[in-house]
């Protein structure tokens, strides 16, 4: 089993969500086309450096009261944020919202921004709400499927499961990396290979992008610069 630590998942944070996408296609290359979001994001913040981390995943809803009485519903939000609290740091929130408009409700403003962060969160990935967007955790990530001004009957459904945000299907304790882009999950096993191919695309796309911006440029060019990007390793 491989293990991954904040070291490690730290050094990814260096590069934004498609570089690291496009180092998966040569670490993992059957992932090519799984495994990340497919529809556009909120992004709360898009000057923010990238989060990496392991997931903390939760399904919740907002356009209908949640049948239990009062105190209930306080003892599984309490449940949820002690499952939050568990676990290998830095995490990740991403949480997929049921309802079949997703965003009624907002999950995510100035109260839980701040309480997730202070749990050791870096930010959240859902395809739910989010508002108070002055108010937010300073640093904290948001990347929500809209922006709205109620929480209506918000409330946590299941914690750990299963989710699915956008396309990307994520488990508990998933590693995920996130920015204004969107998210991807890395496999535990590709992590310390990324750097790497990281390096090695960078150095074939130099050659290219040097070449195309010559004020000679042209497709003889173009096609003498892609042999000689091709030919790095």
């Known amino acids: 089993m491989t293990t991954v630590t904040a070291h490690d998942l730290e050094r990814l944070a260096a590069w934004d969500t498609p570089t690291i996408c496009n180092a998966l296609e040569l670490v993992v290359p059957d992932r090519r086309a799984t495994g990340f979001t497919v529809r556009p994001f909120v992004c709360a913040d898009p000057a923010l450096r990238p989060i990496v981390g392991w997931a903390r995943t939760a399904t919740i809803r907002g356009s209908t009261p949640p049948g239990v009485a009062a105190a209930q519903l306080q003892r599984n939000r309490i449940g949820y944020y002690e499952y939050v609290a568990s676990g290998a740091r830095p995490a990740v929130a991403v949480i997929q919202d049921l309802d079949p408009d997703p965003g009624y409700g907002a999950f995510w403003g100035e109260v839980n921004t701040a309480v997730h962060k202070g749990l050791g969160v870096l930010g959240v990935v859902t395809n739910g709400s ?104």
Not at 134 to 154: E, I, K, N, R, T
Not at 162 to 168: E, I, K
Not at 210 to 229: N, V
């Open 130 to 233: 989010i508002r108070d967007l002055d108010a937010c955790a300073p640093g904290f990530q948001l990347l929500a499927g809209l922006v709205g001004p109620s929480h209506a009957y918000v409330h946590v459904v299941e914690t750990g499961c299963p989710v699915d945000v956008h396309g990307m299907a994520v488990e508990h304790d998933a590693i995920i990396h996130a920015d204004r882009h969107g998210a991807v999950v890395i496999p535990p096993e590709a992590v310390r290979e990324l750097p790497a191919a990281v390096d090695l695309l960078t150095r074939r796309e130099a050659v290219i992008l040097e070449c195309a911006r010559q004020p000679d440029f042209g497709i003889e060019k173009l096609r003498r610069a892609m042999s000689d990007a091709s030919d790095i390793h």
